[in-house]
């Protein structure tokens, strides 16, 4: 029949009603958002693995460490441990709080370790003493310069904080990374792109062509035009991948976990030796700055608190199994670098099935034939030429802004994680929105601007997503107002220059 009435295809003699076009044209944005969501599958599902890889053998590190801690202690140092077991339990309590993302400071959760433990150990080693808190705190102030567990509280606190703050950004990476995926596949197609979908795929059944495939370079056209904004995430996804991949080196390396977490009992179990064998001169010394406190009289326990014959702990390595951990993720990390930009031909050759590059009768939007035009780039501007897709390039779509904004917040995090800082994060995300990718820097770079001395302060605070359990609770998809966009853009900007 003549196709006077058809308003997406050729205008030709066809094969389709009103009604039919209207049909495929609601098919085709279907089938396309569900070819989205199924490729963003895909990516989520190897970054939640990743996570809970990684998650599970962390975990079990931390486990295994306390475990230990448990065994042998009591064996090793009887009343020393048995009346402190609660000391121990909220270390280990505190340290899986920081992991799970919990706003605590972990140097501060480690200081109050050594302390709460040394007063405990002070009284015990000391029982003819009655030893009030007044001068446990005076006994406490003078503790770092009597060093009486050694070295071990500085050398752990140095190691075990960047071992954790690597662990924790590094997980939490891999669960924004998913979040951001999840985000951007959910974006509603545009109205025009819908029609432009529709022309790609159905309007050769119109023209009796339903065995035409369309042509290559005429389906990149109309894909790259519909995920212009998604291709945008490309610099920061990159940046991302790369930040994890930097993490996963220094957490098999310089801050190397199965070391540093497996063998925190056995440190502690250092530092308790140190004070018992120096319990002597570390007591004397006491005395001399907190004066001689009274006598008890309750007399000594005749409960022997020193060391119980010669108990070995050990650490179990995990080392080989750390290192296929690392060896997985960096070549997953590799291969997903290049997402949002490899999209478009993924779809066109995997999903649309579109004609090889070479075939000049396939369909090309008006017949069966070549397709002349150009192939667009990638991204929002490039697209102000596209020939199949009417975009809009000085509108960008806020959800996707937002979350390029939420990569650029991580890879921040991990560049400070990968030199050994602190980023604690509050739930701001409803206040965030991006302008565009913007600059940003791989971990090496973003490293350099920042000291290269572990924290010894207050982390600094950024906005990122929720963490609870293996999920995250990303950044709320309402948008801001154009104009407070606006006016925000220019005060970051002003705010910029002032600082030049």
Known sequence: ILGEHLRICPQGYTCCTSEMEENFANKSRSEFEAMMKEAGRSVQATLTAQHRSFDSYFQDLLNKSEKALY???????????????????????????????????LEEALNEFWTRLLERLFKLLNPQYHITDEYLDCMVKHAEQHRPFGEVPRDLKVKATRAFIAARSYAQGFLVGSDVVKKVSQVSLSHECTRAIMKLMYCPHCRGMSSVKPCNNYCLNVV???????????????YLMDSLIGVADRIDGAYNVDTVIGTIHMRISEAISNLQENKDSITAKVFQGCGNPKISTKGSSSEDKKRRGKVTLEAKSSAQALKMLVLDAKGNLTALKTYWITLPSSLCSKKVMASSVSDDKCWNGMTKGSYLPEVMGDGLANQINNPEVEVDITKPDMTIRQQIMQLKIMTNRLGNANIGNDVDFQDTSDDMSG??????????????????????????????????????????????????????????????????
């Open 435 to 500: 302008s565009g990718s913007g600059d940003s820097c791989p971990d090496d770079v973003c490293g350099k601007r920042l000291s290269k001395s572990p924290s010894t302060r207050q982390p600094e605070t950024h906005a990122i997503p929720k963490q609870s359990g293996h999920g995250v609770n990303g950044a709320s998809s309402r948008s801001l107002p154009s104009a407070s966009l606006l006016l925000l853009s220019v005060a970051v900007i002003a705010t910029q220059h002032l600082r030049r």
């Open 71 to 105: 065994d042998a202690f009591p064996s090793m140092y009887g009343e020393l441990y048995t009346q402190n077991v609660k000391v121990f339990k909220d270390l280990y309590s505190e340290l899986r709080r920081y992991y799970r993302s919990s706003n605590i400071n």
């Open 224 to 238: 790259k035009g519909c995920l212009a904004n998604q291709a945008d995430l490309n610099t920061e996804w990159k």
